[in-house]
Nanobody, 122 residues
């Protein structure tokens, strides 16, 4: 099983950009589907983006499509989230997750990072 540590959060003005990074320990990183989720104050955790084990396919929430890009480097055991055109409603704690495909539209997220705060000011 992997352990995940996020970094790169911070305060940015609306319209700005940030890159979040998630570093994983363990030799099995490349076998996991990786994803980013976020949780805003008073709201439930929501899906942001995910990427296949090989990095050849990604999926995004409608709210971030065209603004965020997820990527991974299996040689470095890392997955990044590039966030552009940030808006105040992107403010949240962002979590990295590792998981597997469960068939149909289901995914099982077995490991979570501790989260990193992103704050977008207007």
């Amino acid at each position: 099983q992997v352990q995940l540590i996020e970094s790169g959060g911070g305060l940015v003005q609306a319209g700005g950009s940030l890159r979040l990074s998630c570093s994983a320990s363990g030799r099995t990183f490349s076998s996991y589907i990786m994803a980013w989720f976020r949780q805003a104050p008073g709201k439930e955790r929501e899906f942001v983006a995910r990427i296949t084990w090989s990095g050849d396919s990604a999926a995004y929430a409608d709210s971030v499509k065209g603004r965020f890009t997820i990527s991974r480097d299996n040689a470095k055991n890392a997955v990044d989230l590039h966030m552009n055109s940030l808006r105040p409603d992107d403010t949240a704690v962002y979590y990295c997750a590792a998981g597997s495909y469960g068939g149909g539209s289901r995914y099982f997220w077995s490991t979570w990072g501790q989260g990193t705060q992103v704050t977008v000011s207007s």
